[in-house]
């Protein structure tokens, strides 16, 4: 089960920490990712990293100034969002590819999903 939190409204230029908290089964060898979908538009990838072990991707759209992290002794997964614009408004969730090889970019390769929480930005 995951379970994202964190979101709201803020001020273009701002900051927000998204959770991702992973529960009810074991996530090692998993990809965590975060998506986000705005009214209107498809599901898009915004980042995804391994559970264990190294490597990270990013979308080209929020390279420099989004980092995900994870805390694996509270089995959290984090999205930090700065310098936010008014386009990274959107529902935002976190997915889980449960026996991936690759950080995949495609949602449709996450098979765990997490209710989503809205991130508002206004200019």
């Known amino acids: 089960q995951l379970q994202a939190s964190g979101g709201g409204l803020v001020q273009a230029g701002g900051s927000l920490r998204l959770s991702c908290a992973a529960s009810?089964?074991?996530?090692?060898?998993?990809?965590m990712g975060w998506f986000r979908q705005a009214p209107g538009k498809e599901r898009e990838f915004v980042a995804a990293?391994?559970?264990?072990?190294?490597?990270?991707r990013y979308a080209d759209s929020v390279k420099d100034r989004f980092t995900c992290s994870r805390d694996n002794s509270n089995n959290t997964v984090y999205l930090h969002m700065n310098n936010l614009k008014p386009e990274d408004t959107a529902i935002y969730y976190c997915?889980?590819?449960?026996?991936?090889?690759?950080?995949?970019?495609?949602?449709?390769?996450?098979?765990?999903w997490g209710r989503g929480t809205q991130v508002t930005v206004s200019s």
């Open positions: 997915a889980a590819d449960l026996a991936a090889r690759t950080i995949s970019m495609n949602w449709k390769t996450y098979t765990s």
């Open positions: 009810g089964r074991t996530f090692s060898r998993s990809v």
């Open positions: 990293l391994y559970w264990s072990g190294s490597g990270v």
